[in-house]
């Protein structure tokens, strides 16, 4: 299991609470520029690669221009950004795909229409270095001769305004640029490449009417539900390319299977994973500026998603389209009319055909076991914010509808015994609940308007309602489930849980340790992080000389959280044991250094021993948030 390592440009991931609170007030205003400009900027799938290929030569010409970019439908709103398009043909987002073979020569011609310098980064070969960039100056053009180099998924940006990495850019400039494929000499298995896009712009209290912080995220230059949808069969190998050229990290993750990395990369170089040490998850946290080849196959029907797990980036207000709608909105009630689960942002739909004679329903088998589970809250529970919760109703008596456990319950089930989940909604608004990192049927999924199939599609669970949830565990490991209906209301304050799957016959090990690190509510006067529902978390007692597996869980909706096992500010070693609830193999489940970096819906698995009478301190890090915080839990051995 490996995990990137924080470096010292990386800057925080945007907190989606200070954008979200306005529009809870009713007062976000959207962008729209005081005159449309004539050019339209057409969103680019990457299915074709740009330029004109003779022979072993590449011939390319790129020219920047301005223009209304409709990041929704061609009919929504829009916003007038730089934008790069080949000459004489339309402007796009993302900017066009160059795709070539090893070997090949590209020449490429840079147009700069605009008044301001184009600085360009990664036209160049590959590997290359940090400083290997273009300048083309205002109304001025540039020719450049290179070869393409390595084989790998790279990628090309500019900037106008000075910018030094991707992860200054923010605004009019913020989607100029496109993918750059080596394909190696034999040629590349079938794919697809997929480039996310972040546009943000501050926001002005004093301009009338006031504007707010806006955010649009975007996948190949659409947002959910205008992205791409993937019509699938079972067994296919699907082979997927991606790109993040923005400021923001995201942790990707896929609904109902495991995918393989096969390499990681950036704007420099791609490294290719030698088969045995592929990771196997089902969220990988993309860095800014990092690339990511993966792939995996469907082997249930239905419908899934493909997205990021931080909740803002998949929230209603993550599009220009939706963000105009909900405005004048409370946003805890825009999902229970909203057939689509009123996301937007980075998310992909796929749709897996079922075999004819194949039913989508997962029908509760003879024997399972039964979970009453139930969704409730309680006001001003994290300062002046409600906090939400699940409770496991035993007996024949519910208990009160304010009482919540945040986290809720662990839940133990057992690999290969059927479990049937009943989900009430005490809630006030609708819900639905993911099994996160199960492999399960498409039904149960526990998204509201698209899990399920045809007819079978699961409608959001309506206040009073409830939802029966069957599934049997495939595999056992580290898992969670949360709300997956407005997750930056839900998720955030409180709607999340371990859960954890033992072999047959089995019950979780006395011996394990689960620390889950989550948001401290939705904001107001709390903020912050806590480790196991608590801010101030009591110490993780140890049995000396004996192995214990530390059961790591990443729920946190705004932060990328650092784990650091350490004594006096030095790194122990720890053994790794499972990635994401996958048992991970032999060559892969070594002793390293006590460090990970994971985003949230990510879950790890270590071995840690310590001696008699000696201690330790679990460093639960988000230095990289809005605002961050660190939590210090000691450790000690007994």
């Known amino acids: ?246 400021l923001d990290s995201h942790p990707m993750h896929l609904h109902g299977f495991y995918y393989s990395v096969e390499s990681r990369g950036d704007l420099q170089q791609d490294t290719a994973y030698a088969p045995a040490m592929r990771p196997l998850v089902v969220t990988d946290l993309m860095l800014p500026g990092g690339t990511m080849q993966m792939r995996w196959a469907p082997t249930r029907p239905g419908n899934w998603v493909f997205h990021c797990h931080f909740a803002f980036h998949v929230s209603p207000y993550a599009s220009l389209a939706s963000a105009a709608a909900a405005g004048a909105e409370r946003a805890d009630t825009v999902h229970a009319r909203d057939h689509v689960h009123a996301m937007s942002g980075l998310v992909l739909g796929i749709r897996v055909a079922p075999r004819p004679t194949a039913s989508m329903a997962a029908a509760a088998p003879a024997g399972a076991r039964r979970i009453r589970l139930l969704v409730q809250n309680r006001a001003r529970h994290f300062g002046d914010s409600t906090g939400y919760g699940f409770v496991v109703q035993s007996g024949a008596a519910e208990p009160r509808r304010d009482s919540i456990e945040i986290p809720g319950p662990t839940l133990v089930l057992e690999r290969g015994r059927p479990v049937q989940i009943t989900v009430v909604n005490h809630l006030a608004e609708a819900t639905g609940v993911h099994w996160h990192g199960i492999e399960l049927e498409s039904d149960a999924d526990g998204v509201p308007g698209w899990s399920g199939m045809g007819a079978r599609v699961m409608a959001p669970i309506a206040p009073g309602d409830s939802f029966v949830a069957s599934f049997t565990p495939p595999r056992a490991g580290t898992f969670m489930y949360h709300a997956h209906a407005n997750e930056t209301v839900q998720t955030a304050g409180g709607l999340y849980a371990p859960l954890i799957v033992v072999e047959p016959g089995q019950r979780m090990d006395p011996l394990d340790r689960i620390v889950l690190v989550s948001l401290n509510g939705l904001g107001g006067s709390t903020g912050g992080g806590l480790v196991n529902g608590t801010a101030a978390p009591a110490p993780i007692e140890l049995n000396a000389g004996r192995r214990h597996r530390l059961r790591l869980i990443n729920i946190d909706a705004d932060h990328r959280i650092l784990f650091t096992l350490a004594r006096d500010t030095v790194p122990l070693r720890w053994r790794a044991l499972a990635k994401d609830g996958a048992e991970l193999p032999r060559a892969q489940a070594t002793i390293r250094t006590a460090r990970l970096l994971t985003g949230p819906g990510e879950t790890a698995d270590f071995e840690v021993q310590l001696a008699r009478g000696d201690s330790a301190t679990l460093v639960v890090a988000a230095p990289y948030g809005d605002p961050p915080y660190t939590i210090r839990v000691p450790v000690r051995a007994h």
Not at 63 to 86: K, N, V
Not at 97 to 114: A, P
Not at 163 to 190: C, M, N, W, Y
């Open 1 to 246: 299991m490996t995990s990137p390592t924080p470096g010292p440009t990386m800057r925080p991931t945007r907190t989606y609470v200070r954008l979200l609170l306005p529009v809870l007030l009713g007062a976000w205003t959207t962008h729209q520029p005081a005159a449309a400009p004539a050019e339209r900027i057409a969103a680019n799938d990457n299915r074709q690669s740009a330029g004109t290929v003779r022979g072993d030569t590449l011939t390319l010409d790129l020219e920047l221009r301005r223009g209304a970019w409709y990041p929704d439908t061609d009919d929504g709103p829009s916003m007038e950004i730089e934008a790069f398009g080949e000459r004489g043909r339309p402007l796009t987002v993302p900017s066009p795909l160059i795709r070539v073979r090893e070997g090949t020569i590209l020449r490429v011609t840079l147009r700069n229409t605009l008044d301001s310098t184009l600085v360009v980064h990664g036209l160049h070969t590959r590997p290359g270095g940090g400083n290997d960039t273009v300048q083309v100056a205002p109304r001025a053009v540039r020719e450049l001769r290179f070869a393409a180099g390595a084989p790998g998924t790279f990628y090309y940006w500019g900037t106008t305004a000075g910018h030094t990495t991707v992860e200054d850019r923010k605004d009019d400039d913020s989607q100029l640029g496109g993918g750059f494929i080596v394909d190696p000499r034999g040629g590349s298995a079938a794919d697809r490449v997929f480039l996310i896009g972040s546009w943000f712009r501050p926001g002005d209290s004093s301009a009338t009417p006031a504007r707010f912080d806006q955010n649009i995220m975007v996948i190949n230059g659409r947002a959910w539900p205008n992205t791409e949808r993937f019509d699938l069969t079972l067994g296919d190998s699907v082979t997927w390319r991606w790109i993040n050229p923005t």
